[in-house]
């Protein structure tokens, strides 16, 4: 998080001559502060609650769900539909998949996009005074709400496939380690109480196994 809020807004500074016609720079660095806060708040936290996996996972959701929260308002302060930041919702569900596992990333996609397409909705009846292009029509809209949900569902989708496989194949290769390590024992045990002396060669004649006889 911190990271990306600093390549964000590093690169905001960066082009300021060509941002700041779009958005007004005191609110984007507004959200600089705003961002970089839960960040160093959650920081001094992590050494403090229970390494119960329970707490621990709440503790992840709370972070995530503040996130989506975060990139809505900023979304909100920077034109709505016409923001340049509703990419940012695809990150956090990148990032509760991987946190949170499926569920997790599911449950970010359907908060975040609930959440844009009511702010969206909101702004085209004018019930929340944010203005945008008069030449967008209602099918603009729909259209981009569509996009946006579709495109968090897919991303809640693929990085809970690849976080699912990628912990099954951990477990399985813990699995054939510990395996491996029971007949590495059974070896070992066999092979010290043969009463013969015993050793073993590999294919260039080095002893690579033998016994105390």
Known sequence: RLLFITLLFGSISFFDLQIKQFYRMHILYLFLLIFYSPSVIYIFLLSRISDNITTQRLFAYIQLIIDVLSVILLIILTGGIESWFSFLLIL??????????????????????????????????????????????????????????????????????????????????????????????????????????????????????????
């Open 92 to 213: 956090v569900t990148l990032a509760g998949s991987i946190v949170l596992g499926k569920r997790g990333g599911y449950l970010l996609a359907t908060l975040g996009g609930i959440l844009y397409g009511l702010t969206v909705d909101l702004q085209f009846y004018k019930i929340i005074p944010i203005h945008f292009n008069p030449a967008l029509e209602v099918k603009d809209f729909f259209y981009n709400i569509f996009i946006n949900i579709t495109g968090l569902y897919l991303t809640a989708y693929l990085m809970g496939y690849l976080v699912s496989r990628l912990e099954k194949t951990s477990e399985s290769l813990q699995e054939k380690d510990v395996d491996l390590r029971e007949l590495s024992r059974f070896h070992v045990e066999v092979i010290e109480n043969v009463p013969s002396g015993l050793f073993t060669l590999d294919a260039f004649g080095k002893i690579i196994l033998f016994n105390r006889a």
